[in-house]
């Protein structure tokens, strides 16, 4: 197992079943769905929550479009610009080198022209040293996906609901309802897969299709509100601290960071307001006060 940095006191976790010494890559997470062992993914878009998620022992980040709701306060993911997404992806990187970090493609990153999303997909990569990029796609898309596996870029392909296409649908929602859908979405796994993705993601599907799409396929294959037959499992990090309003059902919070802050604000501010801020660290050096 893989030892990550701590600071002084902090007890650490090792990220399970990682070779010592050595990060998280796809041979890693393949020997996981080999040896049967289910592993854990959260979104992630700061150095600073990297660095202790990889110290929680978490093997797999995802530099989510989310970032365009978490982070700036928008609506919906299609409002993440490119060269920040990148920007995030190598500030997670250098917060966790040790993790597996997918950078997540935006809305219309790549949807427009194929040598297009070719190079934004490798600034991924370059700029953002990332391990593969995240692409929402359907079987329609094989031929991109083709090309980018050509090229050497590992791309996770994200089926089932595509947030991007939330516009399009009037909002967000799941998918793989009817069995003419689940043949759909199995079929655009296999597709997907033959045409060289290196991992599957789905989200919020019934267990029945994610099932299916794992025993169709031969790729590690992450759930995001897909039932307990994923290899991995992976939700927004900011649903499962409490620190949203709210969060879909897959994404119960486990703690309430969001009380803890609201809670440590209101202390802060109190020591303030009665000048309580203990002894102030910084002097002068000697016979320098006189002078001033």
Known sequence: MTKVASGPGLATKAIAGAEPGKPVTL???????????KFACLTCYDATTARWLQRAGI????VGDTAAEMILGYPGTIHAPLDFLITLTAAVRRGAPDTFVMGDMPFMSYQADDAEALRN?????TDGHADAVKLEVDRSWAGLVEKMARAGIPVVAHIGARPQ???RRG???????TASQGRQLVADAVALEAAGATMILIEATPVEISQRI??????????CGAGPACHGQ???TQDLLGLTDWQPGFARPITRLGDQLVDAATRWAGMVHASELGEHPYSMSD???EKL
């Open 27 to 37: 041979r890693t997470i393949r020997r996981f769905v080999a040896e049967g062992r």
């Open 59 to 62: 093997p797999v980040l995802l």
């Open 121 to 125: 997909a490798g600034r991924f990569l």
């Open 165 to 167: 296409l939330s516009k």
């Open 171 to 177: 909002g967000y929602g799941s998918t793989g309802r």
């Open 214 to 223: 794992v025993e169709k396929t031969t790729v590690p294959v992450i759930g």
């Open 234 to 236: 992976i939700v927004v």
């Open 287 to 289: 016979g320098e006060a």
